[in-house]
């Protein structure tokens, strides 16, 4: 493997992660407010449901569904090339949330989230893209390298949602889209320079087991567990902490509040990028899960123990470390778990399993948070949490890698 050529690559693809995390922080900071003022109050069996989560969830649903499109086509066009289709779909998405803003119409709105989501699919396999590009050795470090290209967004999301969001007034939020749609452009033109090698003979011909054999591997199990209980945690606490902030009953939180504290949970999600794949090479990727797990629980303890500006921040950070330490310790242990020709079906499984429990988590956070409060949020994980302790514990004695 050329290694001038992979570490190009990484450092291309950890440009466009930054870009497409920092779109994603700006959606996160901005949808569940257009969301809460747009959407409409329904009357399900005589309880009112609100649907202010809904576009979001929609993203998400979208992000999961595109996963194995993404996935096959990489596979037959070249992952840049894959990677530009979708993101021509998710700036038709972002163009037209931003005409559903002007036109206050929340079913466009709901359109262009859902269309946005599907290019966030794609984006999600720029960790594996930097897989294609390294030799073993490097593998772990090289997802760990993409991923810390979030720490760009951790600083430039919130910053550029707090001057983005009246930046069209009176369209409230409407700059943010405006300014995804720019960053878009930036990635495509990103992506032109990057020299990704294309699907080997052994990964276009080769034989692939059924699924329910790749599955049934302990490894797999764990594996998918781990990055579906770390994004899915993540998730829930992440899109309830705003609409906690903006209808706290004694605190009066603001706009930038929030934008803070989000700033603080991307932080938490990204900068342990830098020593992660380190860490899992040094530890093992199972205890790195382990240790994710429990990181997440400690951030649930912070937000029962209090409700300041500074516990939220703690929190946030807190939960965000444990989804790196989890999704990344799954993501290099999924690795194990297939063989070249295998690769683009196992990856966009494990995709379509971890996204679509983020969809369902994004979909039930505002209704659950509205429903049965904060602390019902909270607690909700903590059963999620154990289950992947217990599952790592079940894999120690049975984990057999194949043979790649």
Known sequence: MNVSRAVRNVSLLSVCQALAQTQMVLVFSVTTFIGAALAPIVDILGVPFGLATLPISLQFTFMTLATLPAAFLMKRIGRANGFIVFLLIGTTGAALALIALFEQNFILFCIGSSLFG?????NQQFRFAAVDTADNAFKAKA????LAGGVFAAVAGPTLSTWAFDLLAPVIYGGVFAIIIAMQAIMIVLLLFTDIPPASEAERKGHIRPFREIGAQPA?????????????????????TPLYMGS????????PDVTNVIMWHVLGMFAPSFFTGWLIKRFGDLNIITVGAIISALSIAVNLNGDSLIHLRIAMALVGVGWNFMFTGGTTLLLQTY???????????????????????????????????????????????VLVI???????????????
């Open 118 to 122: 599907t290019s966030a699919g794609s």
């Open 143 to 146: 997802i760990s390298l993409v």
């Open 220 to 240: 797999f199990i764990v594996a998918v567990m781990s990055s579906m209980v770390g994004y899915g945690v993540m998730n829930f606490v992440m899109l309830s």
């Open 248 to 255: 706290h009953p004694t605190h009066s939180f603001a706009y």
């Open 339 to 385: 063989t070249p020709a295998e690769k683009a079906k196992t990856q966009g499984i494990n995709d379509f399993f971890v996204f679509g429990t983020v969809a369902v988590c994004s979909l039930l956070a505002g209704a659950t948070y509205q429903t049965v409060g904060w602390a019902a949020v909270n607690l909700a994980a903590v059963p999620l949490l």
């Open 390 to 404: 217990a599952a790592i514990i079940w894999l120690r004695g049975r984990k057999v890698p194949i043979a790649a």
